[in-house]
């Protein structure tokens, strides 16, 4: 069965620094988004992204992260300057269409803020 | 804010029973709702989706939805030990919103 691959699975990195997450959907989905989840607390949306742009964001997406999709299979999020609250797992979806669909999680990778 | 609402649990029930585990949510908006299962330290596993009132029935799940309610209920038949996770109830809105809420989950335990 077709499925979101994430990379990496866990990221620790020094506060300030600029971390990318990978993602790739599957294969003819069309809406992709990102998810974070915090220890211990609810799944919570971050971005949808739909024919190259940013269809839907949430308030925690605020200036210090973006998406790119910079190839035809790859889905990144960029957070340009992490910090420590910014640890969390993050989970990659994707679905066929919008609407909402169901959506399919990758495996998720957890970041870590030292 | 909006909100979707589940008891966090944990849920015991034994094996071979029906686990039923409910979610309410406060957006009369809301038109596309979901349950995942999430086993820990892994990622949500979408289980059923259910857009109209009624039931769904899929293997040994049904979902159910009561829009004037707005209630949202999944029904586990001859639970498994294997079926131990957290259920996590979202829902979407509609007018083409691809934002999807989620509750905080309802941990089931199985015992064997």
């Known amino acids: 069965e077709p499925e979101v691959t994430q990379t990496p699975s866990h990221q620790v990195t020094q506060m300030g620094q600029e971390v990318i997450l990978r993602c790739v959907p599957i294969?003819?989905?069309?809406?992709f988004y990102w998810y974070r989840q915090i220890l211990g607390q609810k799944v919570e949306f971050l971005v949808s992204?739909?024919?190259?742009?940013?269809?839907?964001k949430s308030e925690i997406f605020d200036d210090q992260f973006s998406v790119e999709r910079p190839d035809g299979s790859n889905f990144t999020l960029k957070i340009r300057s992490t910090k420590l609250e910014d640890s969390a797992m993050y989970f990659c979806?994707?679905?066929?269409?919008?609407?909402?669909?169901?959506?399919?999680f990758g495996d998720g990778t957890r970041l870590s803020i030292l | 804010q909006k909100e979707v609402e589940q008891n966090s649990g944990p849920l015991s029930v034994p094996e071979g029973a029906i686990a039923s585990l409910n979610c309410t949510y406060s957006?009369?908006?809301?038109?596309?709702f979901f349950w995942y299962r999430q086993y820990s330290g892994k990622s949500p596993e979408l289980i059923m989706f259910?857009?109209?009132?009624g039931d769904k029935e899929d293997g040994r799940f049904t979902a159910q939805l009561n829009k004037a309610s707005q209630y949202v209920s999944l029904l586990i038949r001859d639970s498994q030990p294997s079926d131990s996770a957290t259920y996590l109830c979202?829902?979407?809105?509609?007018?083409?919103?691809?934002?999807?809420?989620f509750g905080t989950g309802t941990k089931l335990q199985v015992i064997p």
């Open positions: 992204f739909y024919n190259n742009e940013i269809s839907e």
């Open positions: 979806a994707s679905s066929a269409q919008g609407g909402p669909q169901p959506q399919h």
């Open positions: 979202a829902a979407g809105l509609s007018g083409g919103y691809q934002k999807v809420t």
């Open positions: 294969s003819n989905h069309l809406y």
């Open positions: 259910i857009y109209s009132n």
């Open positions: 957006d009369r908006g809301s038109q596309s």
